[in-house]
C-alpha cells in the first residue's frame, strides 16, 4: 500500500541528482579480484544430523557419503583450502563444525557445496555459518607507536635501557604476531570456540563516537588481558563489517576448555567489553579428525 509520500527520482547513469553530467575521474584502475588484498577468507560452518532423513537413506548410500564427508574435510587434500578443521559441537545449537580459511574463496565454496552434495549432505542440516576476512587491527601499534605508549601511557624513560629493550623485543615480535593475524595457523589443540561480536552504538555508548586515542587506549587495555593467556589460548579476530551480520568474529582455541571460560569472563572486566560489547552466539567444540567426527556422528550404517 502506498504511503502517499512522492516516489523519489533517480539520476541517468552519467548524471547527477541536479541534473549535470557527472564528473569523470581517470584514476588508476583497480584490479578486480576475490582474493583480499590482505588477509584471507575465513568461514565457520555449523551443521546438524537430521536423523530422520539419514534413516532413509540406504546402507550403500550411507557408507558411500560417509567416505566423501572424509574426503571433504581431509585438510590434507589436494584442493582443499589452506588452513581445514573439523570439530565436535555439544548441545543443541549443532552436532559438528568446520573452519576454513586461505586466500581462494573459491576453494572454501566449493568445500561447503561438497559436503551438501556428498550422499549424506541431505541429512547434514545447516544450522549457522559466519563469514569474515583476517586483518590486522587498526589499534595494533607500529614500533613508533609503542614507543610512545610506553612514554606517555607508561612513563618509561626514552633514555632507559628498559625502554631501549622493551621496543627492541616489540619490534622483533610485531612481524610474527601480525602475520599470525592475517595468515593464521590453526593449533592443533583439544578444543576451540567461535562468538561474533560487535561494538555497541546507543546513546553516549558509541564506540565509534570516541577519539581514537581513547579507543586504542581501552583496546591496549583489553590485549593486556589477553596475553595473561599466552600459551593456553590461542586467537584469531577476522572482520566481518559489510560481509556479514556482525562487526567481528572471535575464534579461541585451547589447551583445554576451562581456558576458555576463563579469558571471556576476565576480559568482559574491560571496559571496552563492558561498556561497549555486543555478543552473539557462543559456539564451542572440540577437534576430531574427519574419521572420528563421522564416527563420533554415528553417519556410517
Not at 15 to 32: I, K, M, N, T
Not at 199 to 227: C, I, T, V
Not at 233 to 253: H, K, N, P, R
Amino acid at each position: 500500500m502506498s504511503s502517499g509520500n512522492p516516489v523519489a527520482s533517480h539520476p541517468a547513469p552519467g548524471q547527477e541528482a541536479s541534473g549535470r553530467p557527472a564528473a569523470r575521474h581517470h584514476a588508476e584502475p583497480v584490479p578486480a579480484s576475490l582474493v583480499p588484498t590482505a588477509g584471507w577468507h575465513f568461514l565457520h560452518l555449523y551443521y546438524q544430523v537430521d536423523r530422520e532423513r539419514l534413516a532413509r537413506l540406504s546402507p550403500a548410500d550411507r557408507a558411500l557419503g560417509c567416505e566423501e564427508l572424509a574426503a571433504v574435510l581431509d585438510p590434507q587434500a589436494a584442493n582443499a583450502p589452506t588452513r581445514l578443521q573439523c570439530f565436535a559441537v555439544p548441545g543443541h545449537k549443532a552436532d559438528f563444525g568446520i573452519v576454513t580459511a586461505g586466500p581462494d574463496l573459491r576453494a572454501i565454496h566449493a568445500l561447503e557445496t561438497a559436503v551438501a552434495a556428498s550422499r549424506v549432505g541431505p541429512a547434514l542440516r545447516p544450522t549457522y555459518s559466519f563469514y569474515s576476512i583476517t586483518e590486522v587491527s587498526e589499534y595494533v601499534p607500529d614500533v613508533d607507536d609503542y614507543g610512545r605508549i610506553l612514554r606517555d601511557r607508561e612513563g618509561v624513560d626514552p633514555e632507559s635501557p628498559s625502554y631501549r629493550a622493551k621496543v627492541a623485543a616489540y619490534a622483533d615480535r610485531l612481524g610474527p604476531m601480525n602475520e599470525q593475524r592475517i595468515h593464521p595457523e590453526f593449533p592443533d589443540w583439544p578444543c576451540l570456540c567461535f562468538y561474533p561480536m560487535s561494538k555497541m552504538r546507543s546513546g553516549d555508548q558509541n564506540w565509534y563516537l570516541l577519539p581514537f586515542e581513547k579507543r586504542s587506549e581501552l583496546m591496549a587495555q583489553h590485549g593486556r588481558s589477553g596475553m595473561k593467556y599466552a600459551g593456553k589460548i590461542s586467537q584469531v579476530i577476522t572482520a566481518s563489517t559489510g560481509l556479514d551480520d556482525w562487526e567481528w568474529g572471535v575464534t579461541l582455541w585451547a589447551r583445554n576448555p576451562v581456558y576458555l571460560k576463563d579469558i571471556v569472563y576476565a576480559m568482559r572486566f574491560d571496559e571496552s567489553s563492558a561498556r561497549y560489547a555486543l555478543f552473539g552466539d557462543f559456539y564451542f567444540g572440540f577437534l576430531l579428525p574427519p574419521r572420528e567426527l563421522i564416527a563420533a556422528l554415528r553417519l556410517a550404517p
